[in-house]
């Protein structure tokens, strides 16, 4: 297929649909809001921590390790992660743990985790079978 053949070459204006798309816009702060959002479980390092917290509530010793960084650095974007309410802890004794800061955080993440799984398979089927 070429790219020509993703290019649509009418004129029609499909009104209804448009309008109902408009009604239903978020404002810009809204899409600002998810921008930053999926900045933020953008960095690889990130998506790591999150990944380790999606499977259990852990201290920044045991992601450190889990990771192979230094304490510091994971502390660091913990800290960005917790301000933008992504993660959140809590304080048990002289340990803190940190886990995701609620069920939406988890779905967004399995969700975009099996979408990939489910691209890499379908690559690997296609590779294989050529």
Do not use: W
């Amino acid at each position: 297929m070429s790219k020509n053949e993703y290019i649509c070459d009418c004129n029609v204006i499909h009104q209804d649909i448009v309008d109902k798309i408009i009604k239903q816009v978020p404002d810009k702060k809204t899409f600002s809001d998810l921008a930053e959002f999926f900045k933020l479980i953008g960095d690889p390092t990130r998506l790591k921590i999150l990944f380790a917290l999606d499977k259990e509530e852990v201290c920044v010793c045991d992601i450190a390790n889990i990771l192979s960084m230094s304490k510091s650095s994971i502390s660091h974007q913990l800290a960005l992660l917790r301000k933008s309410e992504i993660v959140k802890c809590k304080r048990k004794g002289k340990v803190v743990y940190y886990s995701l800061d609620d069920n939406h955080v988890n779905e967004v993440f399995e969700i975009a985790l099996n979408h990939i799984n489910h691209k890499n398979k379908e690559r690997l089927t296609i590779e294989r079978g050529s």
